[in-house]
């Protein structure tokens, strides 16, 4: 069962354009993190977040939490070639430490 | 920021063999790490988790048998892949737990992911 869910799967734009990742799920989670992967590489933390309602922003990406920590939502301002890749969101459940991945999504910026 | 290494980045061997996997976290120590298998284009599925000092806790499904994991060290699990198939052809990513102390007390445990290692089974 895949808690949580990320949309879109997919994602391919102009460079300059804007773009929103979602993760949602039903679960509350302690704390979530922001990965992004290229092909043949590990995950590389990106962001995060603990505090319900809270937004983070990590130069032309802004990131917040949901206020009641069950979802999470990722926007790119002025998106570029070099933002390609694969977005992963992950939660962290109190009491526990195992991440919950979510479900992916692959962005690819045109030039 | 925290560094987590893996060993081979890739390695292609006979149906039969068994295949070493090691991961290290280079500037901190972690008395947990994990296993994750990812397939092409999909997100990361956790197989186990690797305590140190003491057995791993594999997630359902995962064959223990099969996968065999080993904690020594604060630094270093080993991930054994026995009798591979090609079916166990995959790409295989660790990650090292960096406890930290948030804010007023708090915790902000987070994965540092390694590089992976791409495992094909002939």
């Known amino acids: 069962t895949q808690l949580l869910e990320q949309s879109p799967q997919f994602l391919s734009i102009q460079e300059g354009e804007n773009l929103t990742v979602y993760c949602n799920s039903s679960?509350?989670?302690?704390?979530l993190q922001w990965y992004r992967q290229e092909p043949g590489e590990g995950p590389v933390l990106l962001v995060t977040?603990?505090?319900?309602?809270e937004v983070k922003k990590l130069k032309r990406l802004t990131f917040q939490f949901g206020d009641a920590r069950k979802d999470s939502s990722l926007h790119i301002t002025a998106a570029q070639p070099g933002d390609t890749g694969l977005y992963l969101c992950a939660g962290v459940r109190s009491g526990t430490y195992k991440y919950i991945f979510g479900t992916g999504t692959r962005l690819k910026v045109l030039a | 920021g925290a560094v987590v290494s893996q060993h081979p980045s890739w390695v292609i061997c006979k149906s039969g063999t068994s295949v070493k996997i090691e991961c290290r976290s280079l500037?901190?120590?972690?008395?947990?790490m994990f296993w994750y298998r990812q397939f092409p284009k999909q997100s990361l599925m956790l197989m186990a988790t690797s305590n140190e000092g003491s057995k791993a806790t594999y997630e359902q499904g995962v064959e223990k048998d099969k996968f065999l994991i080993n904690h020594a060290s604060l630094t270093l699990s080993t991930l054994t892949v026995t009798s591979a198939h090609p079916e166990d052809s995959s790409f295989y990513i660790c990650?090292?737990?960096?406890?930290?102390?948030?804010?007023?007390?708090?915790?902000?445990?987070?994965?540092?992911f390694g590089p992976g290692t791409r495992l094909t089974v002939l």
């Open positions: 500037d901190f120590q972690a008395t947990t």
């Open positions: 990650s090292a737990l960096n406890r930290n102390e948030g804010l007023a007390g708090g915790r902000t445990d987070t994965q540092y």
């Open positions: 977040v603990v505090t319900g309602g």
């Open positions: 679960s509350v989670f302690s704390s």
